[in-house]
């Protein structure tokens, strides 16, 4: 098989895709295929490629394998991130191991280092059909994933993983059939199969925190906005927008967010007044935050009283 | 127990609660003694009703429904509620202290998740699963039939 042939699916990407560049750059063609593999994992290779171009939750990140590999990244319906990472040790797809970390972040999961301190914790997975080609046993994993609030219902690890606070993470190393486990040193994930520096971080913890606040306070429900009238239906339209917004602000990477992007894109203005414009922006949303939780915790304190 | 923000309910409302009928067919009419409202870490919320027998001391029952929204819990009996599973500390203990130690594993339920999964399933669950879902049992959810 050609093993440029991945590289062609690179062209049929999901619509999904399409209007993000940084998805489309992260497409199946990062995935690394051993031409020594037998036909039946190349070819199932090729299937975990079509899966990850009609997947708009699955992503593969560039790495250095030469042996064979990948690494994927999954965003499931309950908005946990999954990275599952695959390293072949012997060349001949015989001797794979499939490794599944999770966070509640994506950049917990795509920066460098172990996960002693951070709060990311593998998880316990295994397909039940292991006869099956590597591609077929990873796009299995990769599916049930992305629809985890479902696979949570058949898999109480991942119920318990998403149940799990981010702070509860750094203390959890893996989530097992028998409950959570402290870290295991065995289990660290292949952090070196990186090929590339990874992107700059604009660690803005403040802002995380109050989109961490945002997601723990309920929106206001039907019997709270009859009480509270017109007001509160604004207020619920601005908690939704801000919601939105801030979950864009918080992936903290430059590429997310077109604001900035159109910023940058003015070739008269430095690429720093971009990031103080971001900045700026922040802090404004982080303040905007703030002020709308509080009156909406007042307003649902005055709907108690009443 | 107000420290500990439960909400005791005592409206006329609330004290006619409706139970699922095919999941506690020998409580049907029998009156509650207390009823608390629950909100969890998670932001889930619970319903925890102890029902107890004036004449016989010792037979009591105590049910637990969970709900995602407050005013869904409220309701009374909706297919967004579902009943969960829980066991009340089998130390010798009189009822009510039974009941404050699992209202303080339900208001810390993330943590509670950790040794139990029904409850991690109920926080995983979305809104929209619920009504296809009877109850989280300790071995897993119990769909609804057909």
Request: contains cysteine; hydrophobic residues 40%; charged residues 25%.
């Amino acid at each position: 098989m050609d093993p440029n042939a991945l590289k062609a699916n690179d062209a049929q990407v999901s619509p999904f895709k399409k209007g993000r560049p940084w998805l489309t750059r992260m497409s199946s063609a990062c995935l690394n295929v051993n031409p020594q593999w037998s036909p039946p994992v190349q070819k199932s290779m090729l299937f975990l490629a079509g899966v990850i171009d009609g997947n708009e939750r699955i992503e593969a990140l560039p790495i250095h394998a030469p042996r064979g590999g990948a690494l994927l990244i999954v965003k499931g319906t309950s908005g946990r991130w999954y990275r599952i990472a695959v390293t072949d040790a012997t060349g001949t797809a015989e001797d794979v191991s499939i490794v599944v970390s999770g966070a509640t972040r994506r950049t917990d999961l795509t920066g460098r280092g172990g996960i002693d301190g951070r709060p990311v914790a593998n998880l316990c997975l295994h397909t039940e059909a292991d006869h099956l080609p590597l591609g077929d046993r990873v796009s299995t994993i990769a599916m049930s994933l992305a629809n985890d609030r479902e696979t949570a219902m058949r898999i109480p690890l991942v119920a318990q993983f998403i149940a799990a606070s981010r702070e509860m993470l750094v203390d959890i190393g893996l989530f097992t059939d028998h409950g959570p486990m402290p870290a295991d040193p065995f289990m660290e994930p292949p952090f070196d199969l990186f090929d590339e520096e990874p992107e700059e971080e604009w660690a803005n913890e403040a802002l995380h925190d109050a989109h961490e606040q945002f997601m723990h306070e309920a929106p206001l429900d039907e019997d709270e906005m009859l009480y509270l009238g017109e007001e509160a239906a604004q207020m619920r339209e601005q908690q939704a927008y801000l919601a939105d917004r801030l979950a864009c602000y918080t992936v903290n990477l430059m590429p997310y967010v077109p604001e900035v992007e159109d910023i940058v894109a003015e070739p008269a203005r430095p690429l720093h007044d971009a990031r103080d414009a971001f900045d700026e922006a922040a802090c404004m949303m982080q303040d905007a935050c703030e002020h709308l939780l509080l009156a909406i915790q007042r307003m649902r304190e005055a709907f108690r009283n009443a | 127990m107000h420290q500990m923000d439960v909400l005791l309910v005592t409206s006329p409302t609330a004290s006619a609660l409706p139970l699922n009928p095919a999941l506690h067919p020998w409580l049907q009419g029998t009156p509650h003694v207390a009823l608390l409202l629950v909100r969890g870490a998670s932001g889930r919320y619970y319903r925890v009703a102890v029902y107890a027998e004036p004449t016989v001391p010792a037979q009591h029952a105590v049910v637990v429904d969970g709900a995602t929204r407050h005013t869904d819990i409220m309701e009374g009996w909706s297919p967004h509620i579902v009943d969960i599973e829980v066991c009340l500390d089998e130390q010798q203990a009189p009822l009510p202290t039974k009941v404050v130690r699992l209202v303080e594993r339900l208001m810390d339920d993330r943590m509670t998740a950790m040794r139990e999964p029904n409850i991690a399933q109920f926080i995983a669950a979305s809104r929209d699963q619920l009504p296809h879902i009877v109850s989280f049992t300790n071995d897993g959810p119990e769909r609804v039939e057909g």
